[in-house]
């Protein structure tokens, strides 16, 4: 997959340190296994190293160059414990239920490593629900400082090259927030832009805020809300084209376009999809991903304060290994923005 095999080239070149905490499943082994032999990152993978080394024995899965942390040994442990009972004073959280969480909770660790530098990045979701991954991250990481809004995007790879870019779409939200508001969508829209810029390279997002209504054509709570994320939009003076609300079709399709919205920037050129529901957006990538045969990444976690990337739980050892390219890219582009800040 040429876009896969762009992106491990390209993060390769700065090696990050991702956290895959799920060490009891074989296809994440398998997947560290793999990331390790590529060489695009440094893989740190959690639990109690004599049992995952005889797990991985037990796979013929070559762990030579892959670090092992085990939370009750690794040196920080009583600092992580301090710092989510602090975290979590307000909701009853003491330091020895922070101690019982960080040791059992291999996510929740994790992400302490992320959140002290230890690691740049985590992927995890292979084997815990999306709601775990979401509230360790949330719990111990944060939003990012310029975004109230943490939700997901997939990317969608197709071969059919006439639509998105050459046949690749950035779809959101699919896996956080059921029913957004205005303003959540219009940071869904901010965030997927900057997931297309970021990962896709897409230089010129044009970002389509859909609706089963295109222009006015129908009417209802639905429309109206779409109609305010536009105009929120407008008021924040983003640097890239979006417009709605547009149907699908009239979002994707260059003819389509032209004859329902013939004004718009974006109609019949979008390259990236914001969905009015988790709903719309969890079935319409599904449909996407089995009846194109399209590759689905994600979902990807955004709006954090680091890097911290959801898994499908049905994904495969290459969907996880692929994400953890895109975890690297997130932390190179995480550590950018902060050299910038500082100088």
Do not use: W
């Given at each position: 997959?040429?876009?896969?095999?762009?992106?491990?080239?390209?993060?390769?070149?700065?090696p990050?340190?991702?956290?895959?905490p799920?060490?009891?499943?074989?296809?994440?082994?398998?997947?560290?296994?793999?990331?390790?032999?590529?060489?695009?990152?440094?893989?740190?993978?959690?639990?109690?190293?004599?049992?995952?080394k005889s797990?991985?024995?037990?796979?013929?899965?070559?762990?030579?160059?892959i670090?092992?942390?085990?939370?009750l040994?690794?040196?920080?442990?009583?600092?992580?414990?301090?710092?989510?009972?602090e975290?979590?004073?307000?909701?009853?959280?003491?330091?020895?239920?922070?101690?019982?969480?960080?040791?059992?909770?291999?996510?929740?660790?994790?992400?302490?490593?992320?959140?002290?530098?230890?690691?740049?990045?985590?992927?995890s979701?292979?084997v815990?629900?999306?709601?775990?991954?979401?509230?360790?991250?949330?719990?111990i990481?944060?939003?990012?400082?310029?975004?109230?809004?943490?939700?997901?995007?997939?990317?969608?790879?197709?071969?059919?090259?006439?639509?998105?870019d050459?046949?690749?779409?950035?779809?959101?939200?699919?896996?956080?927030?059921?029913?957004?508001?205005?303003?959540?969508?219009?940071?869904?829209?901010?965030?997927?832009?900057?997931?297309?810029?970021?990962?896709?390279q897409?230089?010129?997002?044009?970002?389509?805020?859909?609706?089963?209504?295109?222009?006015?054509?129908?009417?209802?709570?639905?429309?109206?809300?779409?109609?305010?994320?536009?105009?929120?939009?407008?008021?924040?003076?983003?640097?890239?084209?979006?417009?709605?609300?547009?149907?699908?079709?009239?979002?994707?399709?260059?003819?389509?376009?032209?004859?329902?919205?013939?004004?718009?920037?974006?109609?019949?050129?979008?390259?990236?999809?914001?969905?009015?529901t988790?709903?719309?957006?969890?079935?319409?990538?599904?449909?996407?991903?089995?009846?194109?045969?399209?590759?689905?990444?994600?979902?990807?976690?955004?709006?954090?304060?680091?890097?911290?990337?959801?898994?499908?739980?049905?994904?495969?050892?290459?969907?996880?290994?692929?994400?953890?390219?895109?975890c690297?890219?997130?932390?190179?582009?995480?550590?950018?923005?902060?050299k910038?800040?500082?100088?």
């Amino acid at each position: 997959m040429r876009f896969v095999s762009d992106l491990k080239n390209r993060v390769a070149k700065l090696p990050m340190r991702i956290v895959l905490p799920e060490s009891k499943s074989r296809r994440v082994l398998k997947a560290a296994e793999q990331i390790a032999a590529e060489k695009f990152a440094h893989v740190i993978v959690v639990g109690n190293a004599s049992e995952i080394k005889s797990r991985a024995l037990l796979y013929h899965i070559n762990l030579a160059e892959i670090e092992i942390i085990d939370p009750l040994k690794f040196s920080m442990f009583e600092m992580f414990c301090d710092y989510y009972a602090e975290r979590r004073k307000n909701k009853g959280v003491t330091k020895e239920a922070a101690r019982f969480l960080l040791k059992t909770n291999y996510t929740l660790f994790a992400a302490c490593l992320v959140v002290f530098d230890i690691a740049d990045g985590m992927v995890s979701g292979a084997v815990t629900t999306s709601a775990d991954v979401i509230r360790a991250a949330l719990q111990i990481i944060g939003p990012a400082h310029d975004c109230k809004t943490v939700s997901s995007s997939f990317i969608l790879l197709t071969d059919t090259k006439q639509y998105g870019d050459n046949g690749i779409l950035v779809v959101g939200d699919c896996s956080v927030i059921p029913d957004p508001t205005a303003v959540q969508l219009a940071d869904i829209a901010c965030s997927c832009a900057a997931r297309a810029r970021t990962t896709v390279q897409i230089l010129d997002p044009k970002v389509a805020l859909l609706s089963y209504s295109t222009k006015g054509s129908g009417s209802g709570s639905s429309v109206d809300k779409v109609q305010e994320a536009l105009r929120i939009l407008h008021n924040r003076h983003v640097d890239f084209d979006f417009d709605g609300e547009l149907q699908v079709d009239a979002a994707v399709v260059p003819d389509v376009g032209k004859i329902k919205a013939p004004a718009s920037r974006v109609a019949g050129k979008a390259n990236v999809l914001i969905f009015p529901t988790l709903d719309a957006a969890n079935i319409s990538y599904k449909l996407v991903q089995r009846f194109a045969h399209a590759t689905a990444l994600g979902p990807l976690l955004q709006g954090l304060a680091r890097p911290v990337l959801d898994l499908s739980r049905g994904c495969s050892t290459e969907d996880i290994v692929d994400v953890a390219a895109i975890c690297c890219n997130d932390a190179i582009a995480v550590k950018q923005y902060k050299k910038r800040c500082v100088m």
